[in-house]
């Protein structure tokens, strides 16, 4: 069982960046593919971003180049680094982790781009 909390998100405009963390209740040295998330209005949950235990760092084809995912074992942390931000983006971004048999979510946190 674990908890998450995000925190970073704000409103910026476009073009800028921002640094989104998430801390996790235990240690996240043995969770495997922590994952941020995003939904914009209206639409389904998409993932954005995941990354091992090993260090290595999968996203989706719409944020490669732009978006960073990297981890901080000893703060039980996970952050995702969103650059170049677009109006597109504006989304509730969440982390998530799967531990069998169950999900896991934070409240989420969000993003909001103004043009």
Not at 46 to 68: C, H, L, Q, W
Request: with cysteine; net charge positive.
């Amino acid at each position: 069982q674990v908890q998450l909390v995000e925190s970073g998100g704000g409103l910026v405009q476009a073009g800028g960046s921002l640094r989104l963390s998430c801390v996790a209740s235990r240690s996240i040295l043995n969770i495997n593919n922590m994952g941020w998330y995003r939904q914009a209005p209206g639409k389904q949950r998409e993932p954005v971003a995941a990354i091992s235990t090993g260090g290595m760092a999968n996203y989706a084809d719409t944020v490669k180049g732009r978006f960073t995912i990297s981890s901080d074992n000893a703060k039980n942390k996970v952050y995702l680094q969103i650059n170049s931000l677009k109006p597109e983006d504006t989304a509730v971004c969440s982390c998530g982790v799967y531990l069998c048999p169950h999900e896991y979510w934070g409240q989420g946190t969000q993003v909001t781009v103004s043009s």
